[in-house]
């Protein structure tokens, strides 16, 4: 009897743990070079956090920023501040679409993100 019971709340604890990949949340970076987002493209689940990051001390280069061109439907705009260094920005992507990202600074400094559902 012992032995069914210790069983069964193995089994129980086995079905209320989340599982280790749906737990952990989701987290792209990009990097911000001298005139460009890498990757220039990138496609992520709803739900991501998504970083720019800009470069070093050592890798500094032009003064840029992050802003949010257009989105889906009800999706706020966002703009980061802007920065040449040592300075990162983000935001959790939760509306499925498409996502034009600009650097107001440098207009032909541009990448796109698209969410899944």
Known sequence: MKQRLA???????????????SSAAAKKTVKIGDNYFAPKK???????????????????????DVKL???????KKFH?????TDYSFKRKLTVPGTYRIVCTLHEEMRMTIKVRK
């Open 80 to 84: 980061s501040e802007a920065a040449s």
């Open 42 to 64: 990138l496609t992520v689940a709803r739900g991501t956090t998504v970083t720019w990051k800009w470069p070093g001390f050592d890798e500094a280069g032009d003064v840029h």
């Open 7 to 21: 069983a069964a709340g193995v089994a129980l604890l086995c079905l209320a743990a989340p599982a280790a990949s």
């Open 69 to 75: 061109k257009s989105g889906p439907k009800g999706v």
